[in-house]
């Protein structure tokens, strides 16, 4: 069968290809470290999953749901929003449960491109923002961050690019896959440029509480409503990956305007996860600490596995993995991922498969117990004496 033209260029995910890989080698009995996916291993605070059993042995909570989300969890947050990053939303108006943040990805891009419309795009950034503006009919137009300029937009060089065409701007900071922090300023500049030349810049925020003491939301620059969309999910904050919760976060007219996609994509989340996840959204500074303390002994561990590896990587990064620069000797980071799977059954993840600028890095997940962070050590050490 003939697939629609939609989905030329779009390849299988990367990582569900190397996944399969590492199952065959898993086949062969070679027990494969993985250290690449970033799907937080730990669970969610004992409160929410009791919410998640009570409110579903209840029998009236399996009906359809609304295509804005239940308003108590809409109500969560808003006031999460409130205590954490200073942001006032209206929870009436202002916010869409999704489920997840990525599916909020793709319903922007359906949203706002039509057949042309181009979307700028980090390199290196989260692959996602590729497909989904490929799949909506739109072109990418990359931008290059560079560790040079703190993994930051060069505005210099936006401004002398045309950008006639262009209508949303992805960006993403606590940055995946680089753990960069935005410098101050940075939000301003992003705002004031989506205003400039009539942008929707897109802040896809999922990882402002991992390793990271001032979460921050590009919503609370003066004005940003008019330019801003910001997605933000439970995934990685409340260690709730597989349970798909995220929001969308915005003015009232583009809620309007994405909604018109979404509830002709998708229904309200199944109520019991809704009221789980307002249960969660009202945890203390002590469970990001005890998540973060966590995330904390891994670094330590994860930084050891880079320097026995030779590579160079900054402190004091965010978010749920490492990235380093690999040494000179590798033609770049799928040499050295390839030559540390083959021979020490460890998986790191290349940089490049997150833009061309991401070639000569790796990417290390915090998403694995001390103890296989060691046994990796180990592995890697032993391969090297060879
Ligand atoms: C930068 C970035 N955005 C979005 C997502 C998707 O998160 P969610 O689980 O909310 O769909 C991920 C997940 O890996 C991510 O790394």
């Known amino acids: 069968m003939q697939v629609a033209k939609r989905l030329e260029g779009i390849g299988e995910y990367y990582f569900s290809q190397k996944l399969r890989e590492i199952d065959e080698l898993n086949k ?35 009906a359809y749901q609304g295509y804005k989300g239940s308003p108590i969890l809409r109500g969560a947050i808003s006031q999460w929003y409130n205590k954490w990053y ?38 290196p950034g989260y692959p996602t923002y590729t497909s989904a503006v490929k799949l909506a009919g739109g072109k990418t137009v990359p931008y290059t961050l560079t560790e040079a300029n703190n993994w930051e937009p060069d505005f210099d060089a936006l401004e002398r690019a045309d950008l006639s065409r262009v209508k949303l701007m992805w960006v993403n900071y606590p940055q995946m896959p680089t753990g960069q922090l935005p410098s101050a300023g940075l939000f301003e500049k992003l705002v004031a440029f989506g205003k400039k030349h009539s942008i929707l810049i897109c802040h896809d925020n999922p990882y402002s509480f991992i390793l990271n003491e001032s979460p921050a939301s590009l919503l609370k620059v003066s004005g940003a409503k008019d330019t801003v969309i910001e997605l933000n999910s439970l995934s990685k904050s409340h260690n709730m990956a597989g349970w798909r919760v995220g929001t969308l976060c915005a003015a009232k007219e583009r809620i309007e305007e994405i909604l018109r996609f979404k509830s002709n994509m998708d229904s309200g989340m199944f109520l019991p996860v809704q009221l789980a996840a307002a249960k969660a959204l009202g945890a203390g500074k002590d469970w990001y600490d005890s998540v973060n303390a966590v995330y904390r002994r891994r670094r330590n561990k994860v930084e050891e596995l880079l320097t026995l590896l030779g590579c160079e990587f900054s402190a004091g990064q965010a978010g749920m993995f490492m990235w380093a620069r690999i040494p000179g000797t590798y033609k770049n980071g799928y040499a050295l991922s390839d030559e540390i799977l083959y021979n020490a059954s460890v998986f790191i993840t290349p940089g490049g498969i997150f833009g061309s600028a991401g070639d000569g890095y790796i990417r290390v997940s915090l998403c694995s117990t001390e103890e296989k962070l060691t046994e990796s050590i180990d592995r890697v050490k032993t391969f090297l004496k060879k």
């Open 28 to 62: 062969q009995g070679k027990n494969i470290l993985n250290l690449g996916i970033g799907s937080p291993d730990l669970p969610p605070q004992p409160e929410v999953i009791k919410v998640l059993q009570e409110e579903s042995a209840k029998p009236n909570v399996h």
């Open 86 to 123: 200073g942001v006032d939303l209206n929870p009436d108006t202002e916010i869409l449960p999704l489920i997840g943040s990525k599916e909020g990805i793709m319903h922007i891009c359906m949203t706002y491109l039509n057949d042309g419309d181009e979307a700028l795009i980090p390199n």
